[in-house]
């Protein structure tokens, strides 16, 4: 049983580094210095600079960014979502806030593919037809113009959570709800992201 367990494992992983490595092909335009000319990058950089600011000011949540605005501040975050400024907050840490959004975006790609795989091998139970669809899904002309024309990092980040949503659905349907937790995974992440 656990040799079989192992071989199972195993095999599923060559499946998750194909994807990993596909989602690093298509974050490939992310390596050039600085970052692309996008609809809302401006918007996007200058609201995870905000977010971070009003952390490290000790506003929490960071929902007014007092500096903005010539002093009367801005209310970015009220009407704005923010798991993405979160995210870019994590790697802004370590890293330029330029870098933050590059890796943020490849993360994305990465956990789009990751979703879509689970989502289809789910249904299909065949693994193969699983990457195909995957790959199919993160290198969609409407996901990458979302990422390096318009920017629209909501619309991108929804992509992470478009399987689980279909996932959960799936799961209500045809497995009797045992893992209906995805659905509220998928209603969560629409409240933090669009």
């Not at 060559?14 to 092909?25: D, E, G, K, N, T």
């Not at 335009?29 to 950089?45: A, E």
């Not at 007092?66 to 009220?78: P, T």
Request: proline share 3%; aromatic share 18%.
């Amino acid at each position: 049983m656990i040799k079989q367990i192992k071989k199972i494992l195993e095999k599923e992983i060559i499946y998750y580094v194909i994807i990993v490595l596909i989602a690093l092909l298509l974050s490939s335009p992310l390596t050039v210095k600085g970052f692309f000319n996008s609809h809302d990058g401006i918007y996007h950089f200058s609201r995870n600079y905000a977010t971070n600011s009003a952390i490290l000011a000790g506003q929490i949540p960071p929902l007014i960014v007092s500096n903005f605005c010539k002093g009367f501040g801005y209310g970015w975050s009220i009407f704005y979502p923010p798991l993405g400024t979160y995210l870019n907050g994590i790697f802004s840490i370590f890293f330029s806030y330029i870098n933050a959004m590059k890796l943020c975006i490849c993360f994305t790609i990465t956990a789009s593919g990751i979703t879509m795989f689970k989502l289809m091998k789910k249904i299909t139970k065949n693994s193969d037809l699983s990457l195909i669809t995957a790959i199919i899904y993160i290198s969609s002309t409407y996901f990458l113009s979302n990422i390096y024309c318009r920017m629209a990092m909501g619309e991108v980040m929804s992509y992470m959570f478009f399987p689980v949503l279909f996932y959960g659905l799936y799961d209500i349907f045809y497995n009797e709800g045992k893992e209906n937790y995805y659905l509220a995974i998928r209603c969560t992440g629409n409240c933090v992201i669009t």
